[in-house]
Nanobody, 123 residues
Framework: VQLQASGGGSVQPGGSLRLSCAGS????????AGWFRQAPGKERELVAG???????EYADSVKGRFTISRDLSYNMMYLQMNSLKPEDTAVYYC??????????????????WGQGTQVTVSS
């Protein structure tokens, strides 16, 4: 499984970005997956995740602002980020668990990772 994240950039507070994750292979298509982020000096944290049957979970800090989605036709996963705040600044990673069943907040449990994409929110 190969994952490739894209869509990061620099925006002002209150702005929006849409991250994309292109996956290859059947495992990604049927796997629980998610978006993590890691800010300098902090641990990698789950921002949003979804299972193969569409259950979604979000970190409290992004609820109501971020939306995770998946397009199985194109083996893509997205993270729509609205009302961005400076504290959202981080490197964002997409990841796939390798199983379809549940969303785990622990990064080491994810088997497959994309390269990071930088998101910077600053005025």
């Amino acid at each position: 499984v190969q994952l490739q994240a894209s869509g990061g950039g620099s925006v002002q507070p209150g702005g929006s970005l849409r991250l994309s994750c292109a996956g290859s292979g059947r495992i990604f298509r049927f796997s629980a997956a998610g978006w993590f982020r890691q800010a300098p000096g902090k641990e990698r944290e789950l921002v949003a995740g979804l299972t193969s049957n569409g259950n979604r979970e979000y970190a409290d800090s992004v609820k109501g602002r971020f939306t995770i989605s998946r397009d199985l036709s194109y083996n893509m996963m997205y993270l729509q980020m609205n009302s961005l705040k400076p504290e959202d600044t981080a490197v964002y990673y997409c990841a796939a668990a390798g199983h379809p069943y549940y969303i785990d907040t622990s990064a080491p449990t994810y088997m497959y990772w994309g390269q990071g994409t930088q998101v910077t929110v600053s005025s």
